[in-house]
C-alpha cells in the first residue's frame, strides 16, 4: 500500500494518467510503459542492505575514464550508501569540461535534476536533462543545449547507458521524487579524483579546472554527505556558509566559513593526497611517462596560508594544519 500511494504522488507530480499508474500498481499486466516501471527486487534488496528506502533522496555521479554511472542512496543517519554501480554505454569526446554548443564534449561538473526535467517521452527510450549549463558554465559564456542521461546506447555529447540500465535509474529517480526529493545532485567527473589519477593527469590542460572538482569530490569522499554547491568569482565552492550575503557567479566570493565536520577530515584527506601524488608523480617521470618540472602540486599556492582554503575564521587550529595548503581556486578560462 506504501508503494501504491508513492507511486500516486509521482504519477500525479509527472502528469502521468493515474488510470496507468493503477495498472502498474496492481501488477494486472506485465504490458507496463518503460517509464512506470517498477523498481526492480535486486535494487529494493540492496535498498535494505544499507538501511534505506524507495523514496529516500539519491545522489549520482558520473567517471567518464571508468565509464561508471553510480546511484547513492541516503540513509536515516543523513549519510549515503551506495546502491548500484551502472556501465556507461557510451559517452562522447575527451576528457575534459563541454564549453560550446555543438563540441560533442559530455559535460563535467556539478549539476542538478528536478521532476520537469525528465522526459517518459524521449527518443531515446527515456532521458533525464542533467542540468548543463549551469551557474558556472554560463559565468564563463560556455554554451550547449540538451545534454541528458537517457538509453539507446548512442551519444553525441550526453552519457548514454543501455534501454534496461536506463529504466533502472528511471524508476530510482521517480520514486526519489514520489518522496518529496525536489532534486538530485549529479556530478560529473573525468575519473575518479585520486591522487594516482589526478598525476597520470598532471599535464593535461584541464588539470586547473579538474583541481576544482576534487575539491568537491573530496567533500562527498570524506562525509558520505552530498555538499551544497555555490558559484562566485567564476569557481565553484562547497558547503560554504556565508551568514546570509549571496554568492554570486561573477563577483567576488563572500566571506564564509566550511562547517568543522568538513574541514577537519579534509585536512587529513589533502596531506595524504598531497604525499601519494608527489610519490605517483615521481614514479611517473622515473618511467619516462611524464616530463619532469611539468606537473604542478596537487594544492596549488602553498603560501596562501592554511586556513585560506575553509574562509576566515573556520575554527581550525592552525597547529593541525601547518604546512598544508589550500584547496585549489583556480578560474578557468571561457
Given at each position: 500500500?506504501?508503494?501504491?500511494?508513492?507511486?500516486?504522488?509521482?504519477?500525479?507530480?509527472?502528469?502521468?494518467?493515474?488510470?496507468?499508474?493503477?495498472?502498474?500498481?496492481?501488477?494486472?499486466?506485465?504490458?507496463?510503459?518503460?517509464?512506470?516501471?517498477?523498481?526492480?527486487?535486486?535494487?529494493?534488496?540492496?535498498?535494505?542492505?544499507?538501511?534505506?528506502?524507495?523514496?529516500?533522496?539519491?545522489?549520482?555521479?558520473?567517471f567518464k575514464e571508468e565509464s561508471e554511472f553510480e546511484i547513492w542512496k541516503r540513509r536515516p543517519d543523513g549519510t549515503y550508501g551506495l546502491l548500484k554501480t551502472y556501465a556507461i554505454c557510451a559517452w562522447s569526446g575527451e576528457l575534459g569540461p563541454k564549453k560550446a554548443e555543438g563540441?560533442?564534449?559530455?559535460?563535467?561538473?556539478?549539476?542538478?535534476?528536478?521532476?520537469?526535467?525528465?522526459?517518459?517521452?524521449?527518443?531515446?527510450?527515456?532521458?533525464?536533462?542533467?542540468?548543463?549549463?549551469?551557474?558556472?558554465?554560463?559565468?564563463?559564456?560556455?554554451?550547449?543545449?540538451?545534454?541528458?542521461?537517457?538509453?539507446?546506447?548512442?551519444?553525441?555529447?550526453?552519457?548514454?547507458?543501455?534501454?534496461?540500465?536506463?529504466?533502472?535509474?528511471?524508476?530510482?529517480?521517480?520514486?526519489a521524487f514520489a518522496g518529496g526529493q525536489r532534486s538530485f545532485q549529479i556530478h560529473a567527473f573525468p575519473f575518479r579524483m585520486t591522487a594516482q589519477n589526478m598525476a597520470r593527469h598532471s599535464a593535461n590542460e584541464n588539470f586547473a579546472f579538474w583541481q576544482m572538482l576534487k575539491e568537491?569530490?573530496?567533500?562527498?569522499?570524506?562525509?558520505?554527505?552530498?555538499?551544497?554547491?555555490?558559484?562566485?568569482?567564476?569557481?565553484?565552492?562547497?558547503?560554504?556558509?556565508?551568514?546570509?550575503?549571496?554568492?554570486?557567479?561573477?563577483?567576488?566570493?563572500?566571506?564564509?566559513?566550511?562547517?568543522?565536520?568538513?574541514?577537519?577530515?579534509?585536512?587529513?584527506?589533502?596531506?595524504?593526497?598531497?604525499?601519494?601524488?608527489?610519490?605517483?608523480?615521481?614514479?611517473?617521470?622515473?618511467?619516462?611517462?611524464?616530463?619532469?618540472?611539468?606537473?604542478?602540486?596537487?594544492?596549488?599556492?602553498?603560501?596562501?596560508?592554511?586556513?585560506?582554503?575553509?574562509?576566515?575564521?573556520?575554527?581550525?587550529?592552525?597547529?593541525?594544519?601547518?604546512?598544508?595548503?589550500?584547496?585549489?581556486?583556480?578560474?578557468?578560462?571561457?
Amino acid at each position: 500500500m506504501a508503494f501504491r500511494h508513492s507511486f500516486r504522488r509521482v504519477a500525479a507530480r509527472l502528469a502521468i494518467p493515474f488510470a496507468a499508474a493503477a495498472v502498474l500498481s496492481s501488477c494486472q499486466t506485465t504490458d507496463v510503459p518503460a517509464y512506470l516501471a517498477p523498481i526492480t527486487t535486486a535494487l529494493l534488496q540492496q535498498m535494505e542492505a544499507i538501511g534505506t528506502t524507495p523514496v529516500a533522496p539519491i545522489y549520482v555521479r558520473v567517471f567518464k575514464e571508468e565509464s561508471e554511472f553510480e546511484i547513492w542512496k541516503r540513509r536515516p543517519d543523513g549519510t549515503y550508501g551506495l546502491l548500484k554501480t551502472y556501465a556507461i554505454c557510451a559517452w562522447s569526446g575527451e576528457l575534459g569540461p563541454k564549453k560550446a554548443e555543438g563540441d560533442r564534449q559530455a559535460p563535467e561538473g556539478f549539476y542538478s535534476v528536478g521532476p520537469a526535467q525528465l522526459n517518459p517521452n524521449s527518443s531515446y527510450h527515456l532521458s533525464f536533462n542533467i542540468g548543463y549549463p549551469n551557474a558556472f558554465d554560463r559565468s564563463l559564456g560556455r554554451t550547449g543545449t540538451n545534454l541528458m542521461v537517457h538509453g539507446a546506447c548512442s551519444s553525441a555529447g550526453c552519457y548514454s547507458m543501455t534501454d534496461e540500465s536506463v529504466e533502472e535509474i528511471y524508476a530510482v529517480v521517480r520514486e526519489a521524487f514520489a518522496g518529496g526529493q525536489r532534486s538530485f545532485q549529479i556530478h560529473a567527473f573525468p575519473f575518479r579524483m585520486t591522487a594516482q589519477n589526478m598525476a597520470r593527469h598532471s599535464a593535461n590542460e584541464n588539470f586547473a579546472f579538474w583541481q576544482m572538482l576534487k575539491e568537491g569530490y573530496d567533500h562527498f569522499e570524506v562525509t558520505r554527505t552530498v555538499p551544497s554547491v555555490e558559484v562566485c568569482d567564476f569557481r565553484y565552492v562547497f558547503d560554504a556558509v556565508s551568514g546570509g550575503e549571496a554568492f554570486e557567479p561573477t563577483r567576488p566570493c563572500p566571506a564564509y566559513t566550511i562547517p568543522e565536520r568538513v574541514s577537519f577530515p579534509l585536512v587529513a584527506q589533502r596531506a595524504a593526497d598531497a604525499a601519494a601524488y608527489d610519490a605517483a608523480v615521481a614514479a611517473l617521470v622515473a618511467s619516462g611517462e611524464l616530463v619532469a618540472g611539468v606537473s604542478p602540486a596537487l594544492f596549488p599556492d602553498p603560501m596562501a596560508g592554511p586556513l585560506t582554503a575553509f574562509g576566515p575564521n573556520a575554527g581550525i587550529d592552525p597547529t593541525t594544519t601547518a604546512g598544508i595548503p589550500p584547496m585549489p581556486l583556480p578560474r578557468p578560462t571561457p
